[in-house]
């Protein structure tokens, strides 16, 4: 591998962190729990999603640890229930829905905008309040004896079989959501009202255009999950049957209302880290992203799209012939856009500069990963082959592809991007790229053999399974292990940086983005005036001459 | 490696001699959907050759070594048009591809013999058309084609059999149906791939397919004594349901016989297909599925009658051709109940349809 590198660190014997900065502005527990910063509102999200993700993380240990034997042995059916029900509920809500956007969107689409803060800085702040609210419901589900309905709350099992804690856990839900839904919102009125001048549409860096694609299917699909929990809560607490075939419900009904969120969500997932790829990959090669406005209409089309996609997860319910039909087409349409992104990903590389550091393996892990989730998501928007494949350990492998392999291996590519930005340090070059590694193989390793044991036929949410799936069970449980060394490590060696790693500068990568031409960590205003945009996203040739010019008048 | 641990070791052996890709083709639709299989990993994998191609090839030739200084290129409209078109163009024949295997899976052909599959937690019971009943398991004869008509009679569940591609939601509240053809004869995994509660991954089965003859054998060592129509038949005659659907010229209710497959008028004037799901809603339902020309007098069966017996009258109805029976019976029972019928029944229920 080639040992060239763009990073550019000031002198370290001289360098220190700047006198101030958002961090040091003001200190306190009340002056991080009232603040109005979005950079400091950043911070407590990434600490808080964090402390979910190993929580997630731990049970998805305990679910693969169950799966090493065939027999349900370590924990009882009900125990296994619970577990994998917490880390659906835990990943998908409290993770992945807000990992990148909430804690990357919320610390760099301001200053990427040229504004000083996002629009609303209490409605943002109330977000993750609401947040940590959903997160105490969640936590109180779990303590209290767990919930069993698996993450999509499936009625009637949900409304009228289980005596667990579906109620918590559904309010859990629904208070996250409006965390979700204020984010989106914000999102959407900054990117609109408060651009720099000069920062026209098109002068956007690609992660403003993914999360504004986001941001309308959270402020659009949201609600309608808030109202379909509302109706769970409703008929478990005082039977109003709009889902009971005994009163004249429709079990179905549910299922569409579900994911009619409940698929865009999985647009609201992937995005943001896609946002986060093409900013690193241009960075890394030196290049304008290849087709930007392509890429920037895709993003689009997704969230477009997204939203009339929803009867695939259906397709084996009993649904109309036809409709699936139509539901079916418009899945193949849908990944179009992505196969466009991947393309013009790769097609970026091209005659570009290009160098390998940590977040550029990470997003190189990425395209791999997501190819593969991507592809197989054709697999299951075909009608006759989902008949096979779905509720199997098929669609657990594929859809694991997209939310870990994408969209994680996305947020760990923007974490270590941005991560000097964020605290002003560099963490260790070497030991992150050895985690970048880590995580792949390890990722492979847990979850290639799931497609093969379901393409056999291994049910998805089974404790106990026929003998003839166990080593292909047990190369997934010993993958999981590798995998949880490769998140282990940045947690280890990022904290470590926050002390004793160098001094990055202001723009360590020589990245474009107007994030990198302030301060790191940045001021709390982010500029000491209203910067004015003259030229275009990724445009290298400006930044080579705007460093020119600062070392003339320096020097 | 078996100096490290014999248990692994045993393992890996096990799993080399018997290592599977696929589950055994077992069903006429098998080889179609491996079919389709095959072009989608094909595809898959060519897709993944040219990315991972395209991202060595230019990490190795466009690497800051190799190329300090980057070439700005603006995109390409043709290029862009070339990897939209041709990923459409793939995913449209998966489509269409797909569909077709579709419509051929859940489309029984209409010589299908048919079962009843009543899933509920957490078992599967099958009910044969002879009386034959099952749990966990189903024996089926192979070259024939089989349709299994389903119901939940609590939460969602799936009925999945791998060895033959097929799977279908059971729903509580209404018939889903899914058919095959089994081709070998052994005895292969059922599975519920639905998420429904405690004992989900013990709500498994047996398909066992025969030949013909050990069918045949089968269906006569395990009858129970009645048919599914003659159960029917008496829960007909016990909710009293002959008193109204008696086929006489001022009956208060329809005449049920040769009823079933054909098109009748309801009160809003619409034409119905006769089928197992309109039968169950209207037994039901009634009042939802008024028959043009009589009046909403039917009482609602709801909660009185369990999935199975619903079935059994189903099929005893699909079986009326006359209502000869009907009317024997009718004539029975009334002798028998003239006393408390004069006491009990309403103007609007007959003897029979007073709560067993």
């Known amino acids: 591998m080639s040992t060239a590198t763009i990073v550019k660190l000031p002198p370290q014997e001289t360098a220190s962190l700047p006198k101030r900065s958002y961090l040091n502005n003001e200190y306190g527990l009340k002056s991080w729990l009232l603040t109005g910063d979005h950079k400091r509102i950043a911070i407590l999200y990434l600490i808080s999603i964090t402390f979910f993700f190993f929580i997630g993380g731990a049970m998805a240990g305990l679910i693969r640890l169950e799966l090493l034997t065939p027999q349900s042995d370590l924990m009882a059916t009900d125990t296994y229930n619970k577990v994998f029900t917490m880390h659906g509920i835990i990943m998908v809500f409290l993770f992945l829905v807000p990992s990148v956007p909430a804690t990357i969107g919320n610390f760099v689409i301001p200053i990427m905008v040229g504004a000083k803060d996002l629009a609303f800085p209490k409605i943002n702040l109330l977000s993750w309040y609401l947040y940590i609210a959903g997160g105490i419901f969640t936590l109180a589900a779990l303590i209290l004896g767990g919930v069993d309905t698996g993450w999509t709350f499936t009625t009637p099992l949900s409304t ?41 549409w098109f002068r956007l860096p690609l992660f403003v255009w993914s999360h504004y694609a986001a941001s309308i299917l959270m402020v659009l699909g949201t609600p309608v999950l808030a109202i379909t929990l509302v109706l769970v809560i409703l008929e478990r607490t005082i039977g109003i049957g709009v889902f009971d075939p005994v009163k004249g419900g429709d079990p179905l009904l549910f299922q569409h209302l579900f994911w009619f969120y409940s698929h865009p969500a999985v647009y ?64 193949m349409l849908v990944a179009v856009p992505s196969a466009i992104k991947i393309f013009n990903w790769a097609a970026t590389l091209y005659k570009g500069s290009i160098t390998f550091e940590t977040p550029m393996l990470y997003a190189f892990g990425f395209m791999g990963l997501f190819t593969i989730g991507g592809l197989t998501g054709v697999f299951l928007g075909s009608l006759g082959m989902d008949i096979h494949l779905t509720e199997t350990y098929f669609i657990v492998a594929h859809f694991h592809f997209v939310m870990v392999g994408g969209m994680l291996m996305a947020f760990l590519a923007g974490i270590h991007f941005w991560w000097p930005k964020m605290t002003g340090r560099m963490y260790p070059e070497a030991l992150s790229k050895l985690a970048a590694l880590v995580t792949f193989i390890g990722f492979n390793l847990t979850f290639f053999p799931q497609f093969i044991v379901g393409y056999l036929g291994m049910p998805r949410r089974y404790a106990a399974y026929p003998p003839e799936f166990q080593v292909l069970n047990i190369l997934s449980t010993a993958g999981a292990t590798v995998l949880g060394v490769g998140y282990l490590l940045p947690m280890i060696y990022l904290t470590w940086s926050l002390k004793y790693g160098k001094i990055a500068g202001s723009n360590p990568w020589q990245a474009t983005g107007l994030e990198w031409q302030i301060q790191s960590p940045p001021l709390t205003e982010n500029f000491i005036e209203t910067p004015i945009v003259d030229h275009e996203a990724y445009d290298y040739e400006w930044l080579a001459h705007k460093t020119e010019h600062e070392v003339q008048t320096v020097g | 490696m078996h100096f490290i641990s014999p248990v692994l070791w045993q393992f890996l052996v096990n799993w080399l001699t018997h290592f599977a890709l696929f589950p055994p ?22 897709g993944m050759a040219i990315v991972t191609l395209l991202v060595v090839l230019f990490s190795v030739l466009y690497r800051k070594d190799r190329n300090p200084e980057a070439t700005q290129i603006e995109g390409s409209t043709l290029l862009e048009a070339t990897w939209t078109i041709i990923p459409l163009a793939l995913f449209m024949v998966t489509f269409v591809w797909g569909a077709l295997l579709y419509f051929r899976i859940y489309n029984p052909p209409t010589n299908a013999m048919n079962i009843y599959i009543v899933g509920k937690q957490w078992m599967w019971k099958a009910e044969h ?81 025969m030949t013909p003859d050990d069918y045949q054998a089968w269906m006569a060592g395990t009858t129970s004594g009645a048919s599914l129509s003659q159960n029917g038949e008496r829960l007909f005659a016990s909710f009293g349901c002959n008193s109204c659907h008696s086929g006489n010229a001022d009956a208060h209710g329809p005449n049920l016989a040769q009823i079933y497959g054909g098109k009748v008028q309801m009160s809003n004037g619409s034409f119905v297909t006769v089928d197992d799901a309109f039968l169950r809603d209207s037994i039901l339902n009634p009042t939802m599925h008024q028959v043009a020309g009589y009046a909403p007098i039917m009482p609602t069966y709801q909660g009185q009658i369990s999935e199975e017996g619903l079935i059994d009258i189903v099929e005893y109805i699909k079986n009326l051709n006359s209502n000869y029976r009907i009317q024997q019976t009718l004539n029975t029972s009334q002798v028998q109940s003239t006393a408390p019928a004069a006491t009990a029944a309403g103007q609007i229920s007959g003897p029979g349809m007073v709560k067993p």
């Open chain 2, 25 to 46: 083709e077992a069903s006429g639709i098998a080889p179609y959907t491996d079919a389709l299989y095959f072009f989608l990993v094909l595809i898959s994998l060519v």
């Open chain 1, 160 to 200: 009228h079989y289980l005596n667990t804690h579906v109620i918590t856990a559904g309010l859990a839900v629904f208070i996250a959501g409006f965390s979700s839904i204020f984010t989106g919102l914000n999102f959407i009125v900054t990117i609109h009202r408060m651009r720099a001048p000069g920062m026209t």
């Open chain 2, 129 to 209: 058309p002879g009386g034959q009943h099952e749990i966990n398991a189903l024996h089926i004869p192979i070259n024939r084609p089989v349709q299994l008509t389903m119901i939940s009679q609590d939460v969602f569940h799936s009925f999945s059999i791998p060895a033959f591609r097929v799977k279908r939601e059971v729903i509580p509240g209404r018939y889903s149906t899914v058919w095959f053809e089994a081709t070998k004869v052994g005895t292969y995994h059922l599975f519920c791939t639905q998420y429904c509660g405690t004992l989900h991954s013990g709500m498994i089965g047996q398909i066992v397919a």
């Open chain 1, 268 to 331: 609201i997932m992937i995005l943001p880290g896609m946002g986060v790829i093409s900013e690193v990959i241009s960075t890394f090669s030196r290049k304008r992203v290849f087709g930007y406005t392509a890429v920037a209409f895709s993003s689009v089309a997704i969230a477009v799209f997204g939203f009339f996609v929803w009867e695939h997860h259906m397709f084996i319910m009993g649904v109309s012939n036809y409709s699936a039909l139509v539901f079916s087409l418009l899945t």
